[in-house]
């Protein structure tokens, strides 16, 4: 049998027998046979179908989302399966050695997702740790832990969670991933964008793109294997489950909206709608979301997850509903010009605003994260108010970022702390009322995690350090380093303590805690 995750005495509980899906005792052979039975029997398969792994997300009180793809050949067209249906038997179990099932049975992976699994759980215990695995004929996955989220009403004492975003395959080795999945106390880990890059390009170029840049679905989806495929990301993926959203590498860089990238190779705008059709359907195909599939290009993706009455986690989208960049276009850097404060321009479009709001104002957490995407304070390339910004980011939506600061002072939320990645940088600081004035009131906090292995311009370090030197509200920012950010959540304090690989171009290279930062519950953000 095949090994399984390691578990941490800390998750092992002692809980009553409960019902499940299935209400099945004994062994996951007993369950995976009555299952087989049902589903029929799978097309013989010579290769192991499992080579991207597993993975859990979504966590609720009462569930959770299952994930896996088959392939016989991962960069082939259709990852080399046959074009037919095959019955994919799962199981879920109390104990990592599978001898308590608690819930089972069996799902078609079908040729129109890929051959892509999920599966939503339901009926299960909150606030506790399951395993589960997969089963097609005669192969079967490793033993994989998930974890189902405290009821949202109920009073939660901690929350552990890693803030991760950027992995450049080209760039360097996943030695953060291997980190993440060494950590045995995470209760889930939140994704922030940039899962793949769509592009050849990289700086390092440690490891091979093979397709210069990607654009249809069947691109898409061998890119995605190509990176599902790395031992450390699946070992992540197997640890804990995961909270997920996109950036603009899932399709195309910088896009806004429905206007691509300039010089993008799908500059016309149906040849880009049609590839971003594609891109979010591969990205719905690999992720362990509750979301439906994809409508052409669109897929509402905003949404929360409670971890009882501790957190709140708003997931937000900012780029497919986003105002296209009225300044400097093809640059990205430049000044805030007049057409930047239109009231009109907006980041996360009309309803998500609304939608976030509500979330806001409904909230009885003691702290509410915010999982976004490009960095929301303000980093002051030039001094004023229209001074150089990289426009790509809030700084280019100024009245869009007064909106967001106002709806949570409207809730009265009494610790706001908006996570962040794309910028392949650690930053630490303080939101507040006005970022041009020294004196405005802190009322939120910004934690901003380097990438996973993508890489950073040598200059942004010189850059960051003259921004921070002249930016009251800012605490900390490098971007000399990859890696991920810990958190760690009690009702009085959010503690972060920002991991760092000493070289990302050498696989195995250790990680360790390079500076750490708390928040005292309605307080600023201090070094701790």
Known sequence: MASSVPVS????????AAGGLVAATGSWRAVAARAATVAGSAPRLAVDPFALGVASGDPGADGVVLWTRLTQDPAAVA???????????????RDEGMRRIVAGGRVAATPEAAHSVRVVVEGLEPDRPYW????????ETPVARTRTFPAANRRADRLDFAVTSCQNYRDGYYNAWADVAADEDLDAVLFLGDYIYESGEGMGAVRAHPIAEVVTLDEYRARYALYRGDANL??????????????????DNNYQGTSPEVGSPTSDPAAFLARRAAAYRAWW???????APPTGPDLPIHRRADFGRLARFHLLDTRQYRSNQPCAPANDVGPVCAEARGPDLTVLGDAQERWLDAGLRSSGASWDLLGQQVTFSQLAFSPGPDG???????????DARRRMIDAWRRAGIKNPVVLTGDIHANIVGDVTADFDDPQAPHVGTELVGTSIS????????QVLTDVVGRSPHLRWADATARGWLRATVTPEVLQADYRTVDDNRVEGSPLRTARSFVVESGGSVTEA
Do not use: C, K
């Open 9 to 16: 005495r800390r998750r092992i509980l002692t809980v009553a």
């Open 79 to 93: 990852g080399g399966m046959p074009p037919v249906d095959v019955p994919v038997r799962w199981m879920v179990a």
């Open 132 to 139: 589960y695995r997969f089963v097609v004929g005669d192969h």
């Open 234 to 251: 699946q070992a992540a993926h197997a640890v804990a489950p995961w909270l997920v959203v996109w950036d603009d590498h899932e399709v």
């Open 285 to 291: 195909e690999h992720m362990p979301t509750r979301l």
């Open 388 to 398: 150089v910004r990289n426009l790509d980011q809030w700084d280019g939506y100024p």
């Open 454 to 461: 993508s890489s950073a311009p040598a200059v942004l370090q």
